[in-house]
């Protein structure tokens, strides 16, 4: 969907509003597909200001794909905004300054939208907050049931750093030459 700013023949001060309802590609996150659906279409303002236009998109997606943690299904909403200015006159405007998403007063809305709902996305989508995810040892859901592969693990570390404290026990001398010995008297 492409808009022309020209073509509204907005004054200064006018404002142009209006519904669109895009389809959205899915989005890839973490290796992961998420289908995005907005039932409520994306919805598109446009002021006249000194200058030129402000474009602002604003959305309500609901976005369907794996849980990033246990796999399970999960389903977020998310609400993204986004403005952007659109100058009249390209003279005293920094090529930075620019709009990604409009050019020559043509504003490609779908991927304005697209890029306003990707960065209000969270960084992960999750089936619930507190969702314990999968274990990473034997892979069992630590939502439904609970493993011992956690306690077996931290059972090993603790064993191990008493080995370790108990080796620089055994070397123990003054502050100073315990460093060095450490390193050229292990076993
Ligand atoms: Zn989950
Ligand atoms: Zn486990």
Redesign the pocket.
């Known amino acids: 969907m492409i808009l022309s700013l020209a073509d509204l023949s907005l004054r200064s001060g006018e404002r142009y509003e209006r519904i669109y309802l895009l389809e959205f590609a899915p989005i890839v996150q973490g290796g992961q597909e998420y289908t995005v659906l907005v039932p409520d279409g994306v919805h598109v303002m446009v002021d006249r200001v000194t200058g030129g236009y402000l474009v602002k998109v604003a959305l309500d997606a609901k976005v369907y794909g794996p ?6 299904e ?1 389903v977020v909403e998310v609400h993204a905004e986004q403005q952007e200015f659109a100058p009249t006159a390209k003279d005293g405007w920094e090529e930075t300054e620019a709009s990604d998403f409009i050019k020559d007063l043509m504003v490609d809305v779908d991927s304005l939208a697209r890029e306003a709902l990707i960065l209000a996305l969270p960084s992960q989508v ?3 907050e507190d ?3 999968l274990c990473g040892v034997c892979g069992l ?1 630590l ?1 439904r049931d609970s493993c011992h592969c956690a306690d077996e693990k931290s059972d090993e570390r603790w064993s191990r750093l008493k080995d370790l404290k108990l080796g620089e026990g055994a070397q123990g001398g003054s502050e100073g030459s315990a460093e060095g010995s450490g390193e050229t008297g292990a076993p």
């Open positions: 849980c990033a943690r246990c796999l399970d999960a999750v089936c619930r969702c314990k995810g859901d939502n």
